[in-house]
């Protein structure tokens, strides 16, 4: 791994790799080296940004690991690397502005904390830092990664293991004060590494930085806002009359903006329920979150009556940037449930812990009562990953996030109590157990879920899925309580006032006391 700013194009000719290495000159007895059988650079990397600046080498054969020569672990998508986070770059750099390494010219190490992405966008530039970097330096400056070093590692230590956090990419100078360095974030990648691995997968870990993060109330001028978690008020006197909780809501997409007419490509956010399910890294299937604990999908998805939980793993909150996934986060399973239909299954995957919902990750709302009404001639869509399209900069297949709009057809003489039937679609391979998604109200529900066989046949023009409400009685026993739709759940919130005291420059003060449910 490396950095993409380092290449000028994807050629292997005149590139060697060198491990083991300690010297850049005179004799270095461990060191072993490699061509380059292949140069991957992401899709996405912005040279006028610097934004994903990453880029995967393949060696031209195996190396036997040493004592010398070790895989360091990688950050998975799920780290958190909160402020003051200790951490070492090292390299072969400059070891001041302008002042190359001296002979023999031996690796270097520097130990630096991370600075917050908040803090570091307001000492280096509002809107220099992406979601994709991480930043550390020194603020009082002089220790630092500095030319030379780009494409090396950042790494900190958890128990035992040094986990690799940045890949070093860019900087103004070289240790100057306030002006921390600046790294691509190793666990924003989880996926892409992976999608480039066949076999020997990195070692993902889940890295987690103890205490809270100062980093989250740092502001300064023309800095966005952290996202707050509840709304907050100036206010004098806060009553609540009920403590009670809110209770979640399922079927909510803020940031979905389709409408009749719309397919394809899909923005981040729009369906914020698709989750990627991977099994030993590899994508399988597509699926859903109906609660933060639970994921539904297809029963066709696994190979065996009794898969092994412990070869899958679930992303949530994928969103698309520039075409290409990325992904919120990553969460193990540790159970894998499948219904006993004659015919058609599903299947639940119980997560090894809770999803906190944020508009990128919702629930989807379930029919288990079959109590929704989806007429012939209402609108509807399914979501998947579809096949994968060729990306930029490399000839591996990338899938992304799409939708494709139907309509709801008559099943003829079959029965509509457990089938439901749409207009044929375009539906490949990597869109089995995704969703069928329809509004009632406000509020989107799955009404089946997608598999590629099994399906019965009306006519040629229609196709035919089995509602989730047959599984209903499975549903409330495996999973239990689940979000309600938005409607229902205003219906039974809680009621709450809040008094605000206003001041004018007149002498009036007027108390104004609004209260909702």
Known sequence: MSAAHCFSSTSTSRWQISLGRQNLQGQNPNEVSRTVARIILHPNYDSGTSDNDIALLRLSSPVTFTDYIRPVCLAASDSVFNNGTDSWVTGWGAVREGVSLPFPETLQEVEVPVVGNRQCNCLNGVGTVTDNMICAGALAGGKDSCQGDSGGPMVSRQASFWVQSGVVSFGFGCARPNLPGVYSRVSRYQSWINSHISSDKPGFVRFTSSGLDADSSYTCPGLPAPPTKSPTTSTTTTTQSATSPARPVCGKAPMNSRAVGDSGVVPGGAWPWMVRLHRNGAYTCGGTLI?????????????????????????????????????????????????????????????????????????????????????????????GWGKGTKSRGTDKAVSVLRDIETEMASCGNISDSENICTYTMDLQQGDQGGPLLCKSDSSWFQVAVVTMSGNKSVRADVQVFTKTSTFGSFLKETVGDMPSPAAAATANAPCFSISFLLSFAVPITSIFLLSWC
Not at 328 to 337: A, Y
């Open 291 to 383: 609660t933060d604990k639970f994921v539904l999908t297809s029963a066709q998805c696994f190979s065996t009556p009794n898969p092994d939980a412990r070869e899958w793993s679930v992303f949530v909150g994928p969103r698309i940037v520039n075409g290409s996934e990325e992904f919120e986060r990553s969460v193990g399973v540790v159970r894998i449930i499948v219904s006993q239909l004659a015919s058609f299954n599903i299947a639940l995957l119980l997560l090894d812990r809770p999803v906190n919902y944020i508009d990128y990750i919702q629930p989807v709302c379930m029919d288990v009562s079959n109590t929704r009404s989806f007429p012939v001639g209402s609108r509807c869509w399914v979501a």
